[in-house]
């Protein structure tokens, strides 16, 4: 018989996932519907229209799919794999031939499939109930998907590498929470970005977030809000540079510092 | 028969605690053989830098003529030969058994068949039920299972039988022998001296990060001939006599008595008497 490349078990390892996933109904719930419920929540209070046409959901579903990357990402892997770290369950895998890259993959394919099925639930609710309006051309589409891919990827990552800093399952939530809770106010989710203080501004630049929220403006605001970001345009090259840049310090911090046992 | 773990002068230190301080082992080819010691005496150490999990101080190790020292697609190769059963683990709870010996199954060049697998461990019937809901003995079983699936040469066992009930202890150690009679070499680490008994062809005694022993468990520390103790009762006292000869003193008994010698018995040390006068007089 042939030798499986990492590929080929990463492919099942993210079927895998993907079925655990499925099969934990609070963690389902929680992350498929949270988004929707804090654009419940927002576009009820924020019922006003920003500008002339586009209304705060509009704003705000740009904000929430980005979030989104680093909900679904991020902050669920950080808190995920130190449990699966005390349960054994990489030292066992450790014990096999299985490569490492095959189980970053698997988990970057859970990341990317939830993400996708959470954009496609948050567009059909805002659109159903809170008269938010799709990407207007298909080259906005094509970024969606593009940031959605590249943003899941980006946030797998870093969720896999930082979920070396807490030290235990049990404490990881409590380290995770208030960095994610932080960034996504720096970076302009619940508010406008441009409305924060500057300094904010410049913190949130350094980090990935701030970029997949502005990208997601640039795919959901109409192109003449462009002059209101802070460089005046959408800076979507930048913005994908800025993004994958993230990827690969990920990839490297992930690959030097990756535990599958809890020391 | 050809050697598959050898290891010489093998060290390890955590901090000032010399863990593992000059181990010396040869394990051939189809044998079970045990590795006893009481707890911090360097065991797990010694079998997890056999595993590949830890780095070694100092010392040379061969697995399948293998450094598990060794990182990279050669080290996925060696793994592909061994199988890992770890003490305990309570992963995969959202998961069937057959799902999670069959993905496991997908790791490797030559698995067995899953079913065949579940079949051997005695987890047919629970095919179909979530990890999480099984009983710790049948959680050991899968582990088993997802340990022996890549069909290995070799295969560590930590404490197998942990939380087992008698009649299915019995019937693991059947599987065990099953493994070996198949051609697989298996490395056990035990606290049941009669596990070790039943299953080992040979025993390693380790204490302070030091084997004191290598033997057969019918010989390990002088067994075989050690001196027999007989008992019995006479003068309304239970009366005791070491003895290298007890046949003859049994028959000089029976001479004396006329006849039943009350409450006899003769009795060689077991395993655990031995083992545990080779640690005891390890701490001194």
Redesign the interface.
Known sequence: MSKPTALSIGIQRGGLEIKQFMRQRESVVFTMLFPLILLAIFGSVFSDSIAEGVTFSQYFVAGMVASGLVNTGFQQLAIMIPVERDFGTLKRLRGTPMPASSYFIGKAILVTVSMLIQVILLLAAGVAFFGVDLPASANKWFTLFALVVLGSACSTILGIAFSNVPKSGRGASAVVSPVVIILQFFSGVFFIFTSLPAWMQQVAAIFPLKWMTQGMRSVFLPDSFAAREVAGNWETTRTFAIIGAWLIVGLIWAMRSFKWERS | MSTVISVSGLQKSYGTNRAVAGVDLEIRQGEIFALLGPNGAGKTTTVEIL???RHRDGGTVSVLGFDPATRGGAA??W??R?G?V?Q?????G??TVL?SVT??A??????KNPREVLDLVGLSDKADS?GRTLSGGQRRRLDVA?GII?SPELIFLDEPTTGFDPEARRAFWGLIRKLRDEGATILLTTHYLDEAEALADRVAVINHGKIIEVSTPANLGGRATALATVSWREGGLLRTQETDSPTKFIAELSARFQGEIPELSAKRPSLEDIYLRMIGSEHE
């Open positions: 595993e590949g999990f996925q190769s793994r592909d061994i890992i770890l305990s683990t309570h992963d995969a959202d998961l799902e993905h496991f997908g790791y490797y060049t030559n698995p979530l997802l890549g």
